[in-house]
């Protein structure tokens, strides 16, 4: 590979700073703490300052790349769907109209897709730091959780305006809890909480092989906390993505407790199902916003959604081979030429139909082609393997993606730092353990290092 001479090249160039630099010789001691902190800052800080620190993560990685010797870049299938993908970006914000306004959306794309990169190159020589990664964004969704608790036991004012409530008694009103996000969001909180709830849930997995009580105990609070919070947030998308959630961690925990553990893995999924079912029975705020999403064009949220879609397929089938450029303030400016009058919006409210819009139907196709791969790598991981911390963590990390991506059908909160940050950890995560590589040094022996 061309890129990978100049690499060696370089390195080769500059081996006297490297064998006098003891920043160079324990530069991966660096770049862990600015990972970490991308997720921690997410949970109070602005995205200017979440998207700042991400871009020391990737200024440290360059430098790593490029002075540091061995490194080099290997491109997976599904990252060459990915490289496609932002190919395809460059050439739609070269033929976007509002060129200044798609330059900004292009520039946040970068830092997603280059954090992805740092992430993944980080972990080829440090996959034993998996377990303090996921433990770190689990830790932010339990915060997040706790304050989600607080604020209900305060019945907060409605901040946002989206919930119908024309039809509803007052004391049927739920009081929609945000967290500590910015910005002050009910459905990106949810969406916040849904994708870490898969890692959250995988810690009672993973304290039950380390044989671990009082994990498993601090787990399985952690995980009603996070479920009862994305419960009052009155996020419908979070309510059919943690819906999802569920099933998932149903069929995949199958292969560990079926054949030994049958009856007592019944009960369990049973509990956790009518103790669902029971909430929503017997809460009407719960019940009556759950049964909205079936309201259609009869709740107004709903109506408003609808709307948004026309709207943007119309956009769409006028710039649908390279879109109108990347970034919400760039839709925004086109959406108002097609929009009914009195329903502006930010977003397509799809994130497929926003990336079709944005950047044409092959961007769309390669991110899906994208995703299908990385399912695909997953899941055959997950089946085969016999290292149960590995298939924790690479389901874990599947199911939170699978999380992200179905809530997308509703909503663009995904486009959202909070989530990109975590959603592309989750991706690299499953890159670095479900690699050939990775599957035949782990398969059938447990590798040591993420045992430590």
């Not at 976007?96 to 946040?108: I, M, V, Y």
Request: hydrophobic share 50%.
């Amino acid at each position: 590979m061309m890129f990978n001479s100049i690499l060696k090249f370089s390195q080769n160039k500059f081996s006297f700073l490297y064998d006098n630099s003891l920043f160079l010789q324990n530069i991966d001691r660096f770049i862990l703490p600015f990972i970490l902190l991308t997720f921690v800052s997410s949970i109070f800080m602005s995205s200017d300052f979440i998207g700042f620190i991400g871009l020391i993560v990737i200024f440290f990685t360059i430098i790593k790349i490029l002075l540091c010797p061995n490194q080099k870049l290997e491109f997976k299938t599904y990252e060459i769907f990915l490289l496609l993908y932002f190919m395809i970006i460059v050439v739609s914000l070269f033929g976007s109209t509002l060129f200044s306004l798609s330059l900004k959306g292009f520039f946040k794309t970068f830092v997603y897709l280059g954090f992805y990169v740092s992430v993944a190159q980080y972990l080829k020589d440090n996959k034993k730091h998996i377990p303090l990664i996921l433990g770190t964004i689990a830790g932010c969704i339990v915060f997040e959780a706790i304050i989600g608790i607080f604020q209900s036991t305060l019945h907060l004012e409605q901040i946002s305006t989206w919930q119908d409530t024309s039809r509803l008694n007052p004391e049927d009103v739920l009081s929609r809890v945000y967290g500590t996000l910015k910005p002050l969001n009910p459905n990106l909180y949810g969406g916040y909480l849904v994708c870490g709830l898969p890692v959250v849930l995988g810690s009672i997995f993973y304290s039950i092989v380390k044989k671990n009580k009082n994990m498993l105990i601090l787990s399985l609070i952690s995980s009603f906390c996070v479920c009862y919070s994305i419960l009052q947030t009155g996020c419908r998308g979070a309510y059919l993505s943690m819906l999802l959630v569920f099933g998932l961690v149903f069929i995949i925990s199958a292969k560990f407790f079926w054949s030994s553990y049958k009856k007592f893995y019944i009960s369990i999924i049973s509990s956790a199902t009518l103790l669902f079912i029971s909430a929503l029975m017997f809460v009407n705020s719960l019940r009556l916003r759950f049964l909205s999403i079936f309201a259609m064009r009869s709740d107004s949220s709903n109506s408003f959604r609808f709307n948004v879609y026309h709207s943007s397929i119309e956009m769409f089938k006028d710039n649908w081979l390279l879109g109108i450029g990347v970034g919400n303030k760039n839709f925004r400016e086109i959406y108002g030429l097609y929009m009914k009058t009195g329903f502006d919006a930010l977003s397509a409210y799809n994130i497929y139909l926003e990336t079709a819009v944005e950047s044409g139907i092959f961007a769309l196709i390669t991110f899906l082609a994208f995703i299908l791969k990385i399912f695909y790598d997953a899941v055959k991981y997950i089946f085969n393997s016999k290292e149960p911390t590995n298939v924790i963590f690479v389901s874990s990390c599947t199911i939170a993606i699978a999380s992200a991506l179905f809530h997308g059908l509703v909503d663009t909160i995904y486009f959202r730092p909070q989530l990109q940050f975590i959603f592309w950890t989750f991706v690299a995560i499953i890159g670095s353990i479900s690699d050939k590589e990775s599957s035949s040094k782990n398969h059938p022996y447990p590798n040591p290092s993420l045992d430590s």
